[in-house]
């Protein structure tokens, strides 16, 4: 691997002091909050996160706070933002730094015996809240760093992360909070990814060895993903005596814990629901198609179809409160429960696998999407 160029640090360090973005977590960088920060903005863009992040300190102000807080009030604070392990690790992270630390430890090697926190994670911690000479390599600085030194190695590669890490190690001295934070912003905002980067702008375009041949696209290297799987649902929105049905998902596997609504592996044409349904025990009297939809996940697709169905009434076995509202891995018809919209909105966190059918609770209540926010 080539050397980092000795006036990068300089440069970089030049222009983010003039440029870098005014951030709710940036004016306040307690370790607390660059945490819950960081570990929000896996995965997830800066402006999604801002009004997540907001919410949470208000509910959640602190370590104590997040470690004693029940499981429906994470999940509903997290609805949307996808991912829900990461907050039921940050409440066992809490639990864990407040039992043997007393606190958010300061070394990027005690913050990795926490769960949910890696390399990534415990070098931006250490750095941006206590100020430790840590490198924080994500996927922006991996873009930045491979277009440097055009870097020829996959950037999916563990032992890749740790050179550049070490590479950019002994520019950390002078202030590791600021260059770490301006390596991901010029990642973030001026390197680009594929057809976009703004080399014009770039305050180390001069020391870029892709910029210097013209090959920026070319980095970074990753190998080809695996294709996802995909899986073909129908959604059931139940409704009866002014109620929706929605159910518990299992505790472990996908969305563990989480609130859907009852669905099926079958994909259903709008021809053959009533009889699937009346061979099931249901007594529709009216079935509504809701439209096609995609959720994508990292290992999957869901391709649904939905519709909205009007039950005659209430099926006993609910009405007699006989429903225990968790799911047996029956997709949810044997665990589901009635509830008004109005609680389901407000009180259960329903992912965004389904929000193209969560929606139709919101316009029954006049309100649109950015209400969950």
């Known amino acids: 691997m080539k050397t980092v160029p000795e006036k990068f640090a300089e440069f970089l360090l030049t222009w983010y ?35 997540y992040f907001e919410r949470f300190l ?38 864990k730094a407040i039992g043997e630390y007393g606190g958010l430890p300061c070394t990027a090697q005690e913050l990795m015996t ?16 206590f100020g430790q000479p840590e490198p924080a390599v994500d996927g922006n600085v991996l873009r930045v760093m ?37 390596l991901m912003e010029l990642g973030a905002v001026i390197c680009l990814p594929n057809g976009a980067p703004r080399c014009e702008k770039c305050p180390v375009a001069s020391l870029c060895s892709a910029h210097g041949t013209g090959e920026e696209l070319r980095y970074p290297i990753k190998k080809a993903k695996k294709e996802r799987k995909i899986v073909q649902k129908t959604i059931f929105l139940f409704e009866a005596d002014g109620k929706t049905a929605v159910y518990r998902r ?34 529709p009297q009216e079935i509504e198609p809701l439209g096609e939809a995609k959720h994508v996940f990292s290992h999957l697709e869901w391709h649904m179809t939905g519709y909205r169905v009007r039950l005659r009434s209430l099926p006993e076995r609910y009405a007699a409160g006989k429903a225990d509202g968790r799911s ?17 909105l407000s009180s259960c966190a329903v992912p965004s696998a389904y929000a193209s059918y969560t929606k139709r609770l919101y316009m029954e209540k006049g309100k649109t999407e950015k209400d969950r926010k």
């Open 17 to 51: 002091r003039k440029n870098a973005r005014v951030l709710p977590w940036r004016e306040d960088p307690s370790p607390y909050h660059v945490w819950v920060s960081e570990i929000m903005l896996q995965q997830t863009r800066v402006e999604t996160v801002r009004p």
């Open 58 to 95: 208000q509910v959640l102000p602190d370590l104590e706070a997040l470690a004693s807080a029940e499981e429906e009030t994470l999940l509903k604070l997290w609805e949307g933002l996808g991912y829900y392990n990461r907050v039921k690790n940050m409440q066992k992270a809490a639990r």
């Open 146 to 182: 491979t277009r440097l030194l055009a870097y020829e190695a996959d950037i999916t590669s563990a032992s890749v992360r740790r050179e550049i890490g070490e590479a950019l190690r002994p520019h950390l001295s002078e202030d590791p909070s600021a260059f770490n934070q301006a």
């Open 250 to 283: 299992p505790e472990s596997g996908l969305l563990s814990g989480l609130w859907g609504f009852p669905e099926t592996d079958d994909y259903l044409e709008p021809e053959e629901t009533e009889f699937w349904l009346r061979e099931r025990g249901f007594d």
């Open 328 to 344: 047996d891995e029956d997709g949810g018809f044997t665990g589901m429960i009635f509830l008004p919209a109005e609680t389901i």
């Open 114 to 129: 926490l769960p949910g926190i890696g390399p990534y994670t415990a070098g931006a911690v250490a750095s941006i809240a």
